[in-house]
């Protein structure tokens, strides 16, 4: 059974960080690119970064500079940093899990909520 469970979200303030994880089974996770994506309301999701089973990654524009994907192959857990938070980062983060880079997510997972506010 597939399951990308993510966790980390909550409130945090401008200028604040969070780390977001996605705990995926094990099969999902050697095989499949990982990917951060997030919708903000009345927005469409979108994709903040990925990182293929071999550890190579990509990110949107958008997210340069101040997001970091990482992978736990010990834990089978990807990981999301994000630093120096901004009021438009507020959005639902999801875990998505792909055949390979570019191609839509086969596997979801049901999301975590992040609200940057003061």
């Known amino acids: 059974q597939v399951q990308l469970v993510e966790s980390g979200g909550g409130l945090v303030q401008p200028g604040g960080s969070l780390r977001l994880s996605c705990a995926a089974s094990?099969?999902?996770?050697?095989?499949?690119?990982m990917g951060w994506y997030r919708q903000a309301p009345g927005k469409q999701r979108e994709l903040v970064a990925a990182?293929?089973?071999?550890?190579?990654?990509n990110y949107a524009d958008s997210a340069k500079g101040r997001f970091t994907i990482s992978r736990d192959y010990a834990k089978n857990t990807v990981y999301l940093q994000i630093n120096s938070l901004k009021p438009e980062d507020t959005a639902v983060y999801y875990c998505?899990?792909?055949?390979?880079?570019?191609?839509?997510?086969?596997?979801w997972g049901q999301g975590t909520q992040v609200t940057v506010s003061s």
């Open positions: 990182i293929t089973s071999g550890g190579s990654t």
């Open positions: 094990e099969t999902i996770f050697r095989i499949y690119t």
């Open positions: 998505g899990a792909s055949s390979r880079i570019g191609i839509p997510p086969s596997y």
